[in-house]
């Protein structure tokens, strides 16, 4: 590792430290706008229906998501379903691991000026509208935060010849079961990290600072397991997909041997070619240019055997969660495994750690061709920005989805003021059209509804001084509202029976 040398000017530090967080403001400046979309109705609902333990620790999907949900419940509760308030938070956050990338960066490489030109263009890659534009892949955003001040601390620890001692790896625990507890992909950055952090300063990490480690991740395997016996997936026409058994994902070899192969191919051409990535042509000849020019500087670092052990780490802590996710998700789209090395969700983390690899690695070339990599970055940069301003990152606002709350709420509103106050109004129990893809994995009455809609939007069983009930017309409804319980138990009752026939005459 080197220590930072012919550091520049006060002023101009600063302003390397600055640029990459502002530009990953600036470029993702209309995350702001965005709205809740699919799972994020679940999750709301799940929270606002009073039914907390099962809110923070039924698992969705093969997922314990304790952490993430406890955060959206924060905001929830403190600000009512604002989507734009955990926007906001999110941006935030990623403007910070853009300044923490940098910092890293800057103290394994010693050169502030890659290390900025790195962090700028990773935070602008267009695989991050995965998990900045999707309330329910947030949680993948402060993974990476985590990551990044754990690989601060391993620096710290090298700089200063220190090691690591049990109270910081007790939070270093807690730290491992929030990753998993966040996001789906937490688990295998989770699970990877105690091994990174043994190939890059292992000599650092005592014996028992790793067994800590080590039962913490017990922990939560335990308790997930745990969970999963006691929270069986729902029935429903793709039930399987909740919780897919080792046959299910091992019955596509091939399938599954692409998609491992291209997750870390995506990371690596969305990375390098940033705004300039064109999805719909994955892959084509600039993505195989671009994974050559990451492959052959990485290559070509480790040749040099400087930094070994950091750069085999962060390659790990890149690319080591990926056969897990491969494994997870092949049997949702066999099919189609480059379109699932292609969704955006899967990258956000697995890329900063590649970023870091590579600042290090072109820092390394510095020294030798300071004058030539150090143009060549600069043009790097500078084509990335240009794309930008061309193509630039527009997330998705999920516009269907506001308006469709938005009509729930009107048409509450409107039914209410039909009745004088003291009445009940009840109204017939619909599908709420966002949740509808959402019932094909896990049942058609998971979320009941515009009653589930209701909850969400609604902090009280009466609006307005009348009552409000749901009428189900599907018995099976009501079966699991009552077994659910929470508001929704009182909110759904049946429909009236028609009156009885009159007697023959």
């Given at each position: 590792?080197?220590?930072?040398?012919?550091?520049?000017r006060?002023?101009?530090?600063?302003?390397?430290?600055?640029?990459?967080?502002?530009?990953?403001?600036i470029?993702?400046?209309?995350?702001?706008?965005?709205?809740f979309?699919?799972?994020?109705?679940?999750?709301?609902?799940?929270?606002?229906?009073?039914?907390?333990?099962?809110?923070?620790?039924e698992?969705?999907?093969?997922?314990?998501?304790?952490?993430?949900n406890?955060?959206m419940?924060?905001?929830?509760?403190?600000?009512?379903?604002?989507?734009e308030?955990?926007?906001?938070?999110?941006?935030?956050?990623?403007?910070?691991?853009?300044?923490?990338?940098?910092?890293?960066?800057?103290?394994?490489?010693?050169?502030?000026?890659v290390?900025?030109?790195?962090?700028?263009v990773w935070?602008?890659?267009?695989?991050?509208?995965?998990?900045?534009?999707?309330?329910?892949?947030?949680?993948?955003?402060?993974?990476?935060?985590l990551?990044?001040?754990?690989?601060?601390?391993?620096?710290?620890?090298?700089?200063d010849?220190?090691?690591?001692?049990?109270g910081?790896a007790?939070?270093?625990?807690l730290?491992?079961i929030?990753?998993?507890t966040?996001?789906?992909?937490?688990?295998?950055?989770a699970?990877?990290?105690?091994?990174?952090?043994?190939?890059?300063?292992?000599?650092?990490?005592?014996?028992?600072?790793?067994?800590?480690?080590?039962?913490?991740?017990?922990?939560?395997?335990?308790?997930?397991?745990a969970?999963?016996?006691?929270?069986?997936?729902?029935?429903a026409?793709?039930?399987?997909?909740?919780?897919?058994?080792?046959?299910?994902?091992?019955?596509?070899?091939?399938?599954l041997?692409?998609?491992?192969?291209?997750?870390?191919?995506?990371?690596?051409?969305?990375?390098?070619?940033?705004?300039?990535?064109?999805?719909?042509?994955?892959?084509?000849?600039?993505?195989?240019?671009?994974?050559?020019a990451?492959?052959?500087?990485?290559?070509?670092?480790?040749?040099?055997?400087?930094?070994?052990?950091?750069?085999?780490?962060?390659?790990?802590?890149?690319?080591?969660c990926?056969p897990?996710?491969?494994?997870?998700?092949?049997?949702?789209?066999?099919?189609s495994?480059?379109?699932?090395?292609?969704?955006?969700r899967y990258?956000?983390?697995?890329?900063?750690?590649l970023?870091?690899?590579?600042?290090?690695?072109?820092?390394?070339?510095?020294?030798?061709?300071p004058?030539?990599?150090?143009m060549?970055?600069?043009?790097?940069v500078a084509?990335?920005?240009?794309?930008?301003?061309?193509?630039?990152?527009?997330?998705?606002?999920?516009?269907?989805?506001?308006?469709?709350?938005?009509?729930?709420?009107?048409?509450?509103?409107?039914?209410?003021?039909?009745?004088?106050?003291?009445?009940?109004?009840?109204?017939?129990?619909?599908?709420?059209?966002?949740?509808l893809?959402?019932?094909?994995?896990?049942?058609?009455?998971?979320?009941?509804?515009?009653?589930?809609?209701f909850?969400?939007?609604?902090?009280?069983d009466?609006?307005?001084?009348?009552?409000v009930?749901?009428?189900?017309?599907?018995?099976?409804?009501?079966?699991?509202?009552?077994?659910?319980?929470?508001?929704?138990?009182?909110?759904?009752?049946?429909?009236?029976?028609?009156?009885?026939?009159?007697?023959?005459?």
């Amino acid at each position: 590792m080197r220590r930072l040398s012919a550091a520049p000017r006060p002023a101009l530090a600063l302003l390397l430290a600055l640029l990459p967080p502002l530009v990953a403001l600036i470029a993702w400046r209309q995350v702001v706008h965005g709205y809740f979309y699919s799972d994020d109705f679940q999750t709301l609902y799940d929270l606002a229906n009073g039914t907390l333990v099962r809110a923070l620790f039924e698992p969705a999907f093969g997922h314990v998501n304790t952490t993430r949900n406890a955060v959206m419940g924060l905001f929830y509760w403190a600000f009512g379903p604002r989507a734009e308030v955990i926007y906001g938070a999110v941006l935030a956050v990623h403007a910070l691991n853009a300044f923490l990338l940098y910092r890293v960066a800057s103290r394994l490489s010693g050169d502030r000026l890659v290390a900025a030109a790195v962090a700028i263009v990773w935070a602008i890659s267009p695989l991050h509208r995965g998990t900045l534009d999707w309330c329910a892949a947030h949680g993948h955003a402060w993974i990476a935060t985590l990551a990044l001040l754990m690989l601060d601390r391993l620096a710290t620890f090298e700089l200063d010849e220190r090691r690591l001692g049990r109270g910081e790896a007790a939070l270093w625990g807690l730290a491992l079961i929030a990753m998993a507890t966040s996001y789906g992909i937490g688990m295998g950055i989770a699970f990877s990290f105690p091994v990174v952090a043994l190939v890059i300063a292992g000599r650092r990490l005592r014996p028992a600072s790793v067994a800590v480690l080590g039962a913490a991740l017990l922990l939560f395997a335990v308790t997930y397991v745990a969970l999963k016996a006691h929270y069986p997936p729902p029935a429903a026409p793709f039930g399987h997909l909740a919780a897919p058994t080792l046959s299910d994902m091992l019955a596509h070899p091939v399938e599954l041997l692409v998609l491992v192969l291209h997750l870390p191919g995506v990371c690596a051409a969305a990375l390098a070619l940033g705004p300039l990535l064109r999805e719909h042509a994955y892959p084509g000849w600039p993505d195989v240019v671009a994974w050559g020019a990451v492959a052959c500087v990485l290559v070509a670092a480790l040749r040099r055997g400087e930094q070994t052990r950091w750069l085999l780490g962060l390659l790990l802590l890149a690319f080591g969660c990926y056969p897990l996710i491969a494994l997870g998700r092949i049997v949702v789209n066999p099919e189609s495994p480059i379109g699932l090395a292609l969704t955006p969700r899967y990258h956000y983390a697995p890329q900063v750690a590649l970023a870091l690899a590579l600042a290090l690695a072109l820092a390394m070339f510095r020294t030798v061709h300071p004058r030539l990599v150090g143009m060549g970055v600069a043009a790097w940069v500078a084509l990335l920005l240009v794309g930008l301003v061309a193509h630039p990152l527009q997330p998705d606002p999920h516009a269907f989805e506001r308006h469709a709350s938005a009509r729930v709420v009107a048409q509450v509103r409107a039914a209410v003021r039909t009745l004088p106050r003291g009445e009940t109004v009840y109204i017939p129990n619909e599908a709420f059209p966002p949740i509808l893809f959402l019932t094909n994995f896990q049942g058609p009455w998971k979320f009941p509804g515009l009653a589930g809609a209701f909850v969400i939007f609604f902090p009280g069983d009466a609006v307005e001084g009348r009552r409000v009930r749901f009428v189900a017309s599907d018995p099976e409804q009501l079966t699991a509202a009552a077994l659910t319980g929470g508001r929704i138990a009182a909110l759904l009752v049946p429909a009236a029976p028609p009156p009885p026939a009159a007697p023959p005459p």
